[in-house]
């Protein structure tokens, strides 16, 4: 499976934002989609997944209520929408892929920036 992370750029604090990850490759109907994030400086995080059969996600506390993903299984695209984004939000995020019965995530596509800017 290929994945590729898109949507980022720079926007403004307190705005809306929508990011992409488009899958393709061979069938990924038993893995977990999530996403990661690396802040300038900072080492790599955690921040949600999905699996993709059943659409059930899980966040990271520190985000819940302002990190949603979804995905839309006709268009093998996962997204995350961040709403009120805040300068902590800045980072290169990224959507890698699992199966299920691994514990990590083993495959990694290009990241996207997001800047955040007051």
């Known amino acids: 499976v290929q994945l590729q992370a898109s949507g980022g750029g720079l926007v403004r604090a307190g705005s809306p934002l929508t990011l992409s990850c488009a899958a393709s490759?061979?069938?990924?109907?038993?893995?977990?989609l999530g996403w990661f994030r690396q802040p300038p400086g900072k080492e790599r995080e955690f921040v949600g997944e999905?699996?993709?059969?059943?659409?059930?996600?899980s966040y990271v506390d520190s985000v819940k209520g302002r990190f949603f993903i979804f995905r839309d299984k006709d268009k093998s695209t996962m997204y995350l929408q961040i709403d009120n984004l805040a300068s902590e939000d800045t980072a290169v995020y990224y959507c890698p892929a699992r199966h299920f019965s691994q514990s990590s995530y083993a495959v990694w596509g290009q990241g996207t920036q997001v800047t955040v800017s007051s």
């Open positions: 999905i699996r993709w059969s059943t659409g059930i996600t």
């Open positions: 490759g061979r069938t990924f109907s038993g893995s977990f």
